[in-house]
């Protein structure tokens, strides 16, 4: 009998079973995201819901998608930078301080980060 693997969100420990929903790590991610330099804001994942607008901060977890395989985590984040600001750095900078806070916070395996830029606003 073989045994399934588990997805990479999910701990089995001799005490029990570990396992961190999808929205707990995006809103994990979305605290990291909003203390990065140059963020004005997170945007919705999805243009419907309105382009350029910039969610509150009970809602930015609607900002971030988290895809769970049987490896890794891919994560998508989509934000509003502030104007002026270089926007590739601002994104390196998201992906690193998101990939550091899952590590130390979850131990989560990581497939990639993708980070898209809806929009650029003074801050």
């Known amino acids: 009998?073989?045994?399934?693997?588990?997805?990479?969100?999910?701990?089995?420990?001799?005490?029990?079973?570990?396992?961190?929903?999808?929205?707990?790590?995006?809103?994990l991610v979305a605290q990291a995201v909003s203390r990065t330099y140059g963020i004005v804001g997170m945007a919705p994942a999805n243009l419907?819901?309105?382009f350029e607008q910039v969610l509150r901060k009970e809602d930015q977890h609607r900002?971030?998608?988290?895809?769970?395989?049987r490896e890794?985590?891919?994560i998508?984040?989509?934000?509003?930078?502030?104007?002026?600001?270089?926007?590739?750095?601002?994104?390196?900078q998201v992906i690193s301080t998101v990939s550091y806070t899952?590590?130390?916070?979850?131990?989560?395996?990581v497939a990639g980060i993708n980070v898209h830029v809806q929009g650029v606003r003074p801050q």
């Open 1 to 27: 009998m073989s045994e399934r693997p588990k997805p990479p969100n999910t701990r089995v420990l001799p005490e029990g079973t570990i396992e961190v929903a999808p929205r707990a790590i995006a809103s």
């Open 48 to 50: 419907r819901d309105s």
């Open 63 to 69: 900002g971030i998608g988290v895809q769970i395989s």
């Open 72 to 74: 890794a985590i891919t």
């Open 76 to 92: 998508d984040i989509y934000i509003v930078v502030a104007y002026g600001v270089r926007i590739s750095e601002v994104a390196q």
């Open 102 to 109: 899952l590590k130390q916070s979850l131990g989560l395996p």
